[in-house]
């Protein structure tokens, strides 16, 4: 079985959106997370969602689920106060039905331009590898600082990725992973940070650069343009 884990449990205060979090915010009279879920629902190799929400809107997630015809969503699961810990709430809900082999991917709720391709490439580099964590390649220089004020480092940009999402393992390894993270009191970034503190080997999957994330107001007006354009792509040929 193959099951995305898609975590919208954040509220969102870097996009300065009053009204609601940001992955309830409209484009087009649908709102983002309908989007994103709509790449899942559609591919025929995911069997199942599980999303993992702001309590105070899981009401609404369940309603505009039906509106927009979201059939393989089977739970929809309280957040946490972070990333991290909504990621671990998601797992401990599945393990009631999940084997040990099972394809997890886990994917931001607000990362909607992610692509049919990409989703396919992550289940099949699980089958091959072990896991998958997409990734861009880093278009400018990255600097390492340790004190915030000085330049540490200035790696060869050539080996500097930016990780992405999703990012997909075997249930039964990434629920161990943060089972263990939560008996040690350690919380990460996200998936592939957490495989590194416990050295985990990852194999990289190669992202479409416009798989963004909407984090703050700049980032919805690119994932509009960007739409928009694939949009105009799809209708004129452009």
């Known amino acids: 079985m193959v099951i995305a884990l898609i975590f919208a449990g954040g509220a969102g205060r870097r996009m300065n959106s009053r009204s609601k979090p940001k992955q309830f915010l409209e484009m087009h009279g649908k709102p983002i997370i309908i989007y994103t879920l709509e790449h899942f629902e559609y591919h025929e190799t995911i069997d199942r969602i599980v999303v993992v929400c702001i309590r105070e809107w899981m009401e609404e997630l369940k309603g505009l689920l039906k509106r927009f015809g979201i059939t393989k969503v089977k739970a929809v699961v309280p957040g946490g106060e972070t990333g991290h810990d909504s990621i ?64 540490y480092d200035v790696p060869s940009r050539s080996q500097m990725y930016v990780a992405k999402a999703p990012q997909s393992f075997y249930f039964g390894k990434i629920n ?27 194999h990289m999957v190669i992202s479409a650069k416009n798989n963004i994330k909407i984090t703050e107001p700049a980032d919805y007006y690119i994932y509009r343009a960007l739409y928009e354009a694939m949009e105009g792509q799809q209708i004129f040929g452009l």
């Open 88 to 151: 671990y709430y998601g797992l401990f809900s599945m393990r009631e039905y999940c084997k040990e082999n099972d394809i997890v991917l886990i994917h931001d709720g607000v990362r909607p331009l992610i692509t049919r391709e990409l989703i396919t490439q992550n289940v099949n580099s699980v089958h091959k590898y072990g896991n998958a964590v997409s990734v861009e390649t880093s278009r400018e220089s990255v600097v390492r600082s340790v004190d915030g004020e000085n330049i």
């Open 176 to 202: 161990d992973l943060y089972e263990r993270a939560r008996r040690d009191g350690r919380k990460t970034i996200d998936s592939a940070h957490l495989c590194s503190l416990y050295g985990e080997p990852m």
